[in-house]
């Protein structure tokens, strides 16, 4: 046994990570030195100023010999992802990237010393999971295929000028050459198809399509043998307005053998998939929102603002809050602590009536729960069966209360639909239980039950144009092509 002296460097400091954790230990004394800095020993020496001391003991279980040999070795520096100091969206610099630094270099991380290294993980998943597939869409959308068009319907004048099917064999070539990010590129049954010309024409018609996902299933694909290479798409002319070649001319065939027989009038065509770049952009420049030097909304944000950034990055630093809540405070001055939510912050009657909800055994317990988040965040986590759906619930109505609009959600449609549903038998019943026999009477909370943000527009852009069907349309193209 020895003991060790450790003496810190001019510019080096203390740092604790996962200090400022929520910890609850009322009958313990940890409680009081953690929670509300009271003195560890004697009446002033707190635990703060035992973390903020540049000198240590420590007594160790280990001859001084063995203690010198380990002690002495030199620690490797912090590790640092090589993707520099700027993160904001670029292309080029995302494709050297890649080229420079490949394979799979990094372990998986849940903590991240600094915000630079928070945003190069968080762009660079961004990026390298779009990227890869942004090359191949680029590739597939330069191959040229041969195509030949068939009516939608036999003998229809109408969608002879208006929608057809184009089947486009893509062969076994083409299959193999794109295995990879083809089943990627048909999990999206909208595309657009480019038109040639000629094999050079630089300024191509380009028309909406969709994938036809069982074409066999077609009684008019009867008379065109369609194969496991094929590739059939429903296709739709644009209007005129729209200068994306309305008046293009393709060629019709009634069944296969008549296509195959004039392949030389068969149209060129090429596939432009959806390559997400938009999307991937959006999510970049969301986390380079958490740049230390990123503005907030106002362009002079006061302290109390700028410490709730800070705070906000460091939650997703996931170290710790000992480096803002503590480090950074000026010397003497008591350490901060997380900022607490009450979430039940609300008339007190609507609140009794709504934790009746709550098993009685747990009632207090949910109640100190939500009247004391640090940071406004909550988990609430048990097996299948034990009532968490009405817990949440029960939450969500009394933060509604609280805040005013709330925005939950669910992992699956299934549960989805199964929370909008107890919420809005939850609101109706405390609702009718608060206004019984009180003159202040209150209203129902709205429950609305969204849906992806395209099919609410395609079937409110629908309603608008049919408004005897209901929104619905019967090609089910997008609201917004052509």
């Given at each position: 046994?020895?003991?060790?002296?450790v003496?810190?460097?001019?510019?080096?400091?203390?740092?604790?990570?996962?200090?400022?954790?929520?910890?609850?230990?009322?009958?313990?004394?940890?409680?009081?030195?953690?929670?509300?800095?009271?003195?560890?020993?004697?009446?002033?020496?707190?635990?703060?100023?035992?973390?903020?001391?540049?000198?240590?003991?420590?007594?160790?279980?280990?001859?001084?010999?063995v203690?010198?040999?380990y002690?002495?070795?030199?620690?490797?520096?912090?590790?640092?992802?090589?993707?520099?100091?700027?993160?904001?969206?670029?292309?080029e610099?995302?494709?050297?990237?890649?080229?420079?630094?490949?394979?799979?270099?990094?372990?998986?991380?849940l903590?991240?010393?600094?915000?630079?290294?928070?945003?190069?993980?968080?762009?660079?998943?961004?990026?390298?999971?779009?990227?890869?597939?942004?090359?191949?869409?680029?590739q597939?959308?330069?191959?040229?295929?041969r195509?030949?068009?068939?009516?939608?319907?036999?003998?229809s004048l109408?969608?002879?000028?208006?929608?057809?099917y184009?089947?486009?064999?893509?062969?076994?070539?083409?299959?193999?050459?794109?295995?990879?990010?083809?089943?990627?590129?048909i999990?999206?049954?909208?595309?657009q198809?480019?038109?040639?010309?000629?094999?050079?024409?630089?300024?191509?018609?380009?028309?909406?399509?969709?994938i036809m996902?069982?074409?066999?299933?077609?009684?008019?694909?009867?008379?065109?043998?369609?194969?496991?290479t094929?590739?059939?798409l429903?296709?739709?002319r644009?209007?005129?307005?729209?200068q994306?070649?309305?008046?293009?001319?393709?060629?019709?065939?009634?069944?296969?053998?008549?296509?195959?027989?004039?392949?030389?009038?068969?149209?060129?065509?090429?596939?432009?998939?959806?390559?997400?770049?938009?999307?991937?952009?959006?999510?970049?420049?969301?986390?380079c929102?958490?740049?230390?030097?990123a503005q907030?909304?106002?362009?002079?944000?006061?302290?109390?603002?700028?410490?709730?950034?800070?705070?906000?990055?460091?939650?997703?630093r996931?170290?710790?809050?000992?480096?803002?809540?503590?480090?950074?405070?000026?010397?003497?001055?008591?350490?901060?602590?997380?900022?607490?939510?009450n979430?039940?912050?609300?008339?007190?009657?609507?609140?009794?009536?709504l934790?009746?909800?709550?098993?009685?055994?747990?009632?207090?317990?949910?109640?100190?729960y939500?009247?004391?988040?640090?940071?406004?965040?909550?988990?609430i986590?048990?097996?299948?069966?034990?009532?968490?759906?009405?817990?949440?619930?029960?939450?969500?109505?009394?933060?509604?209360a609280?805040l005013?609009?709330?925005?939950?959600?669910?992992?699956?449609?299934?549960?989805?639909?199964t929370?909008?549903?107890?919420?809005?038998?939850?609101?109706?019943?405390v609702?009718?239980?608060?206004?019984?026999?009180?003159?202040?009477?209150?209203?129902?909370?709205?429950?609305?039950?969204?849906?992806?943000?395209?099919?609410?527009?395609?079937?409110?852009?629908?309603?608008?144009?049919?408004?005897h069907?209901?929104?619905?349309?019967?090609?089910?193209?997008?609201?917004?092509?052509?």
């Amino acid at each position: 046994m020895c003991r060790l002296d450790v003496y810190l460097k001019e510019g080096t400091f203390v740092t604790v990570k996962g200090y400022g954790n929520p910890f609850n230990h009322p009958d313990h004394p940890s409680d009081g030195w953690i929670n509300y800095n009271k003195p560890v020993v004697g009446d002033d020496l707190t635990l703060i100023d035992i973390l903020k001391r540049r000198e240590f003991s420590f007594i160790v279980a280990t001859p001084h010999r063995v203690l010198e040999k380990y002690w002495s070795q030199e620690l490797p520096g912090p590790f640092r992802y090589p993707y520099g100091e700027d993160h904001s969206w670029s292309l080029e610099r995302y494709e050297e990237q890649l080229l420079k630094y490949r394979g799979p270099q990094f372990t998986a991380a849940l903590t991240f010393d600094d915000d630079n290294e928070h945003l190069a993980a968080m762009t660079q998943s961004q990026v390298q999971d779009i990227m890869w597939l942004y090359k191949g869409i680029q590739q597939v959308a330069e191959t040229k295929l041969r195509t030949y068009f068939v009516n939608v319907e036999e003998n229809s004048l109408i969608n002879l000028i208006d929608e057809f099917y184009a089947i486009v064999p893509l062969g076994d070539n083409f299959i193999h050459r794109f295995r990879d990010i083809w089943p990627q590129l048909i999990n999206n049954e909208f595309l657009q198809i480019k038109l040639f010309d000629s094999d050079g024409n630089e300024k191509p018609a380009s028309w909406d399509a969709k994938i036809m996902e069982h074409p066999r299933d077609l009684a008019i694909m009867a008379h065109h043998q369609i194969r496991d290479t094929d590739l059939v798409l429903r296709v739709r002319r644009p209007r005129p307005e729209s200068q994306r070649g309305a008046d293009f001319e393709v060629h019709v065939f009634d069944n296969r053998a008549m296509a195959n027989a004039a392949l030389n009038r068969w149209n060129t065509v090429s596939l432009k998939f959806d390559d997400q770049i938009k999307e991937c952009k959006r999510k970049v420049d969301a986390v380079c929102m958490f740049h230390s030097r990123a503005q907030p909304s106002a362009v002079e944000a006061p302290p109390d603002i700028r410490f709730k950034m800070a705070l906000h990055r460091a939650l997703l630093r996931g170290n710790g809050f000992y480096n803002l809540l503590v480090r950074d405070e000026p010397h003497g001055r008591a350490p901060r602590r997380l900022p607490v939510v009450n979430y039940l912050d609300t008339d007190h009657g609507f609140i009794a009536a709504l934790l009746l909800e709550v098993l009685p055994e747990d009632r207090t317990r949910f109640y100190n729960y939500m009247t004391k988040r640090p940071l406004g965040l909550g988990c609430i986590s048990a097996g299948p069966g034990f009532g968490k759906t009405t817990a949440v619930s029960v939450a969500a109505i009394g933060m509604a209360a609280t805040l005013g609009k709330i925005y939950a959600f669910a992992p699956t449609q299934v549960a989805t639909d199964t929370f909008a549903e107890r919420l809005s038998r939850i609101t109706n019943t405390v609702t009718d239980r608060y206004n019984r026999g009180n003159s202040t009477r209150r209203r129902r909370a709205l429950i609305v039950r969204g849906y992806k943000f395209r099919d609410e527009y395609d079937i409110f852009i629908g309603l608008l144009r049919n408004p005897h069907t209901g929104g619905t349309t019967t090609t089910n193209w997008r609201a917004d092509s052509n």
